[in-house]
């Protein structure tokens, strides 16, 4: 899994709805532009329990997933309204076994399609019959270059497997971007993970600095790099983009915990970016889960370009209008448009509150605690020390998923945190 509001693929090729047979462009309004990227997260379920997963904490309440039928749907409606290109994501897709059969329509729709995965079940059988399906690309996460740490913070042993699944995909031909998420504990080994895509054959890698929602909030503590590494790491990512950047196209993907002034998230909220949950509710970002009074729509009762257009959830944030003070004022908004509203949430109580990474936010103290505190367990004077600031890893499991659910919320077992409340 990634960072999936910065899709770092190969542009899609500049189809259009109306270069389809069959397809008619949407004509529904001048003002609001079409969706162009679908993400069609199949599934929640995942072999692995990643510590920096971006699904919701509560995923085990939300496990049913859309049929094989719905699916289709949902892709014929998308490429309807506009979208061109298309992800499929999870939890691990190939859990599901009708990929290659989704695949196969997204292909003859004319979606540039990626698939989104952590290697396991990409079989030799499966690689040829998504070949022969017409996938575009495929997307490999590996968590770190050392088997080690891989294996530790996926919570499994799937270091050598990705390994081999990575020449398995060369050899049949399928372009690679290569996805590693970043964070104190692999920032060091930058380096090693760049000679790891360049050994593997990997056209493109991408270094996602944690992005921190669902998993990777609850363990924000452990995570979060100091900011000299961080300035490390960009100066070995400069020096190899200098030396093999024709090779490999390097993305760096910066926390905005570092920054003062807030990422334009989603490219807008309703304005390029449409997520299907496996559940068939319709996200505005793929965080978008965890922001209380959003009633989100489904499209197993509402029709896609009702809930592109017409919803209130993919309207709130939309555009300019909805924006309070400071940013309402603010001759930067156009930049901008606020910043994230999961990260307004999450920080502030208010998902319509500016971005506190802005300085100008007047919770902009929250971020600099956090990036503070990072300072402070990274320089303690021992390990004991450091144990002091810190609290054990929360692994994505059904087990502790179960812990955030709606019925062991209810019953008081436990406490909402992270998706569920914001907190100092
Ligand atoms: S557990 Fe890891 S591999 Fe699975 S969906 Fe989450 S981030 Fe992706
Ligand atoms: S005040 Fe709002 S619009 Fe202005 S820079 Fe900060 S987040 Fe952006």
């Known amino acids: 899994m990634t960072d999936l509001s910065r899709p770092t693929a190969p542009a899609a090729p500049a189809a259009s709805a109306a270069s389809q047979p069959g397809l008619q462009p949407d004509s529904h309004t001048a003002t609001t532009p079409p969706p162009l990227w679908l993400l069609a997260e199949l599934t929640y379920r995942c072999p692995l329990h990643c510590a920096f997963c971006y699904n919701p904490l509560d995923y085990t309440d939300h496990h049913r997933e859309l049929s094989t039928a719905q699916w289709l749907d949902v892709l014929r409606d998308a490429r309807a309204l506009g979208a061109v290109q298309l992800g499929f994501s999870g939890g691990e897709p190939l859990v599901r076994d009708d990929v290659e059969v989704l695949v196969e329509e997204a292909h003859r729709l004319g979606f540039y399609t990626n698939l989104i995965t952590s290697g396991v079940g990409l079989t030799d059988a499966r690689l040829g019959a998504l070949k022969e399906a017409g996938l575009d690309h495929i997307q490999l996460s590996f968590q770190d270059s050392t088997q080690q740490l891989n294996d530790f913070l996926s919570s499994t042993r799937t270091f050598e497997l990705k390994q081999r699944v990575a020449t398995a995909l060369k050899r049949h031909g399928f372009p690679m971007v ?123 009762d509402t029709p896609l370009r009702e809930i592109w257009y017409d919803s209130d959830a993919f309207n709130r944030f939309r555009g300019l209008s909805w924006l309070k003070e400071p940013c309402r004022s603010c001759d930067e908004k156009e930049h901008d448009l606020g910043g994230c509203r999961c990260q307004a949430y999450l920080l502030t109580g208010d998902a319509a509150n500016a971005d506190p990474v802005c300085d100008k936010s007047p919770f902009h103290e929250q971020v600099v605690k956090v990036v503070r505190h990072a300072a402070s367990a990274a320089t303690a004077a021992s390990p004991q020390a450091a144990a002091a600031h810190e609290q054990p890893i929360l692994f994505r499991t059904d087990a502790n998923s179960r812990r955030f659910s709606s019925a062991a919320c209810a019953s008081g077992e436990a406490e909402p945190r992270g998706n569920n409340g914001a907190r100092s």
């Open 178 to 300: 290569l996805n590693c998420v970043l964070h104190r504990y692999n920032l060091p080994h930058v380096d090693k993970i760049i000679e790891m895509a360049l050994a593997l054959g990997a056209e493109y890698l991408e270094l996602a600095n944690t992005q921190y929602y669902g998993w990777a909030r609850e363990n924000q503590a452990q995570l979060m790099p100091t900011r000299e590494q961080l300035e490390e790491a960009e100066a070995v990512v400069a020096r190899y983009r200098r030396t093999h950047g024709e090779r490999c196209k390097i993305f760096f993907v910066v926390p905005d915990y570092f920054e003062t002034r807030p990422k334009r998230c989603m490219n807008g909220w309703g304005a390029v970016f449409l997520g299907i949950a496996p559940d068939g509710a319709a996200l505005p970002c793929h965080a978008a889960r965890g922001l209380p009074g959003l009633a989100l729509p489904n499209v197993k």
